[in-house]
């Protein structure tokens, strides 16, 4: 299971930290990732981390503004996001990571980027 939080409103060019608290897996054993899905739209991957944290994967509209980290002792994920734009207003999920495609998604959290 995999349940996010974190999120809210925040005016544009602010910063929010989200979190993902995993359980009823071996949370360390799985590639991760952070996806969105904004009203209306397809889900769009924001960041994907590898197994040990070492490698990350960050769309272009995501680089320099968004990072993600993971702390397996804990079971959690996390998305650093700074700069944030009215564009960035989604319903933001953490879930399991293939290489090329998300899964077992979880509950998500709402961002909502508004002046």
């Known amino acids: 299971q995999l349940q996010a939080s974190g999120g809210g409103l925040v005016q544009p060019g602010g910063s929010l930290t989200l979190s993902c608290t995993a359980s009823?897996?071996?949370?360390?054993?799985?590639?991760m990732s952070w996806v969105r899905q904004a009203p209306g739209k397809e889900f769009e991957l924001v960041a994907a981390i590898d197994r040990g944290g070492r490698l990350r994967s960050t769309p272009d509209f995501a680089k320099g503004r968004f990072t993600i980290s993971r702390d397996n002792d804990k079971n959690t994920l996390y998305l650093q996001m700074k700069n944030l734009k009215p564009e960035d207003t989604a319903v933001y999920y953490c879930?399991?990571?293939?290489?090329?495609?998300?899964?077992?998604r979880g509950q998500g959290t709402q961002v909502t980027v508004s002046s």
């Open positions: 879930a399991k990571w293939t290489g090329t495609r998300h899964y077992d």
């Open positions: 009823g897996f071996s949370f360390g054993s799985y590639a």
